[in-house]
């Protein structure tokens, strides 16, 4: 690559650098009150780096989070809490999204997230066991991704589980696996102690935070006010044309005209953001295989 | 009209050969381009990844978190090649073996670029199918080319050579994978996050 080609390619990610930062528009947040109720949008299942299998820092996911419209955020790294705890110090300094600190606890036979602990989970526990333990660190216990391959383990804590995953990125896109979210969803309702229903986007730093997500109506905006919702069943969750949640909530939601509950578009739209995304790849593979570096 | 990068990746025998050869270009500038570059490339696809463009927001940053890959590949480099007498300095040889690297970049960059490009329907098609079908490719021609660079840069014997690619891979892929993956940093604890991985993939 020539003098003159480097600088192209310089001027190329100056340009696709100032497009893409110039189009990277904040979501706005629901800010409503409904019935006395706060209500907040959600995503309690984000994960984070390191060892976490995701690419944004703490910092980073929490500034992600306030950019999608998120009021809350549960951070779950699988079977540790202290990064999440990171995510919620930093949250603080900005003023930014409620953080929830938590855990994906990862057993062979299930994942179960805990939703407001400080401790760690050990993933040896059963499921019983698990659920008795973020109880008792005044938790919310929510099945995460209850696809069929774990019913065995989630049927026999019915009665324990606080919340479901029922709608989810990938699950919004198969047919199959949303069916049986909602199965499980369905099954769980009908046990003796209803089943909160929650949509996650299983966060990895891959699409938007909240792809899927909770309204979650809570009395006060606060931790406590967030988990008691949940504790309560006060949350509505949307799939496109389909809802799923309180049935009290759902209405309130609907007299004052529904919540934003449209799918964020991606690719994300725009001309910019395609010139930005395109040049950014064109740009990485040029230099890869045409600069000569000496 | 082609990078080293590209030569390597498609001739690394002929072309590592050549590049060992005087004269050896050296220096702190030498030993840290690649690098970089790598390092901006990963910082510009978790961009890419997280919001569909290049952002500031993100890019910026993450440059400061991923530069731990190429650091941890430096460092496996050394610790293998720390006792070798050879007229390479270390910097040139951490710039030939990071010209190495075209394979993975190639990779990550079309993967990320697909994601970026395509509604996420396709995604796990995408990071299940066409992802570990590269990664296995990947993995294999990459070993040959870093085979190639022990082989022709340090004048190993093959036997060496091998034993070279093994020692080297094992300390970066435990260590990366230790910090981007694993909340347990033991064998048992490494083992059971790929099953765990290995099973979401086929579940």
Known sequence: ?294 | MWSTDARILLRPASTLRSLAAPPLPAGLRVACRRPLFLTLVAASLVSLAATGTLTARIAGPSLFVWVYVPAVEALALYAVIRTRRTQIPFTRAIDLFFAGHAAWTLLLVVIVGLIALVPPAHWWMILTKVGMAGMAAVIVWSAFIDFCFFRYVYGASRARAIRDVAFQRAITWLLVFSIFAAPEVTPAGLAREISEAVAEVLR
């Open chain 1, 1 to 294: 690559m020539t003098r003159a080609g480097r600088l192209a390619a310089g001027l190329l990610f100056a340009a696709a650098l100032l497009t893409g930062s110039a189009t990277d528009g904040r979501r706005s947040s629901a800010s409503l009150v409904l019935g006395g109720y706060h209500v907040l949008a959600a995503d309690f299942h984000v994960h984070m780096f390191p060892l976490g299998w995701s690419t944004l820092s703490p910092w980073d996911t929490v500034i992600e989070a306030r950019h999608q419209g998120l009021d809350v955020i549960a951070m779950v790294p699988h079977n540790l809490v202290w990064p999440g705890k990171v995510g919620r110090w930093f949250s603080s300094l900005i003023s930014g999204p409620i953080v929830i600190t938590g855990e994906e606890i990862t057993a062979p036979d299930y994942h179960l997230l805990a939703v407001g602990v400080d401790e760690a989970i050990s993933s040896r526990l059963p499921i019983i066991g698990a659920i008795e333990a973020v109880h008792g660190q005044g938790g919310v216990a929510i099945a995460a991704h209850p696809y069929e391959n774990s019913w065995a383990t989630f049927n026999t804590a019915l009665g324990e589980l606080d919340a479901t995953e029922v709608v989810r990125p990938e699950a919004q896109n198969t047919p199959r696996m949303a069916a049986q979210l909602r199965e499980f969803y369905t099954r769980a309702r009908s046990a003796a102690r209803p089943i909160t229903a929650v949509g996650d986007s299983d966060y990895h730093g891959t699409g938007p935070m909240g792809y899927s997500r909770t309204y979650v109506f809570a009395r006060e905006k606060t931790v406590k006010g967030v988990l008691d919702a949940l504790r309560d069943g006060r949350t509505v969750v949307y799939d496109r044309d389909l809802v799923f949640g309180d049935p009290r909530m759902i209405q309130l939601a609907a007299a004052a005209g529904g919540l934003p509950n449209q799918t964020p578009e991606w690719p994300t739209p725009g001309a910019a953001r395609a010139f930005s995304r395109l040049a950014t790849l064109v740009l990485l593979i040029g230099v890869l295989f045409l600069n000569r570096w000496d």
